[in-house]
């Protein structure tokens, strides 16, 4: 068994980490860039075709789109090292829900040269409209509906919380085209521009900024041309890239860990309370060893998960396992280490508050801790 990465690995990861904390980290300074806050669109788009350019963007597309063709290990060790760095626009630096997704990758010539390339560049962004006020984990059940006039399709439904949907320059839209069969043949995947889509109620979350949106269809038509691989199969195709973004999701929360770990251990050696430094006391030490334990399981999980992957084999129900484990561990971590800086913890001036908030998103999104709960038990169920 070897455990090392190779050294191309090593040298793709020591050069973002070289790029983050040499460019990105200074100009967040410079630019008072923080979790509480949109990443301004200028900035936002500098940095993801720099990234583009560097080969970190699309690392994890085909080569066939012009991506990097890089393997999942890469991913995950590219959103480790970014969630360790505590940066901010290290993740806008690795293509999130608003860039390019493997599940593009359904998109033939035309709508990979049209809408594809531009997002791989950095130059547009996209989003992914799934979700309804009627259906979130339950997704099959979405209301939106396309039907076929002449040669066109026209579209009518609600979607909401959509990240990047009023900035994006397209999204792929999810609606039934057959509703009799639903997931099974029924649900299609169709490309929208941003003009062809109206922005509705806009909310406001944990984070701290608008981020997410309501998207409204009426009677919204679009050309035959904008529909992605085979009629009714869209949301079926998509689905099966959904375990790779929690695997990402998961990776991510291992270095944040790890980096909120290392702010707690820094301050418990600092603070001195009846004469000794916090880091002798051992209720101190018992939350630095369960978090630096947890944080050694979930990254070994993680690796793992990848590892399996880029051998070609299924990781369904492993990829479950890592998001759930991972984000719940976060969890924990941001905890502890906020209750290690005591009331300065809880204060904005101190950076595990701002984690507190953000962090609780990682159990809803992508699968909500109780469906990949489901998930597993399913796969274990059916041995
Ligand atoms: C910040 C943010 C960004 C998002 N971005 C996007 C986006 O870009 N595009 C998009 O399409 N969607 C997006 N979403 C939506 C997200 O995918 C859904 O919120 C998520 O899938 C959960 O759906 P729901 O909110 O409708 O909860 P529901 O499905 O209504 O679930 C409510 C509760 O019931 C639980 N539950 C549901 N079914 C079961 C079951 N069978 N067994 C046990 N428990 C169950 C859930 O775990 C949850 O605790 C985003 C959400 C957030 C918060």
Redesign the pocket.
Known sequence: MDFELNEETRLFRDQFRQWVERDLLPLEEKEGIHQDAPVPEAIAKRVRMQSADLGFYAHHMPEEVGGGGLGQVVSVVLREVAGQTGSVLADVALAG?EGPSPMHVVFNAAQREKYLAPVIRGEQTC?????EPG?????QNIATRAEKRGDVWVLNGT???????PHADWGVVFATTDPSKRARGGISGFIVERDQYAIGRV?H?M?GFE??AEIVFEDVEVPEAQLIGKEGWGFAQAMGFLGNGRLNIAAGAVGVAQYLLDLGVEYAKERQTFGKPIAERQGIQWMIADSATEIYAARNMVYHCAWLVDQGRDATKEMSMCKLYATEMVGRVVDRMLQIHGGMGWMRECKTEAFYRSLR?LR????????Q??MIARAELAR
Do not use: W, Y
Not at 127 to 131: A, D, G, T, V
Not at 159 to 165: L, P, R, V, Y
Not at 364 to 371: K, L, Y
């Open positions: 829900p989003c992914f409209m799934l979700s259906a979130g984990s339950d997704a979607k909401h919380f959509i990240t990047n949907g909310h979350g984070a981020g997410q998103v809803i999104v992508e699968g909500t801790s109780e469906i709960r489901m």
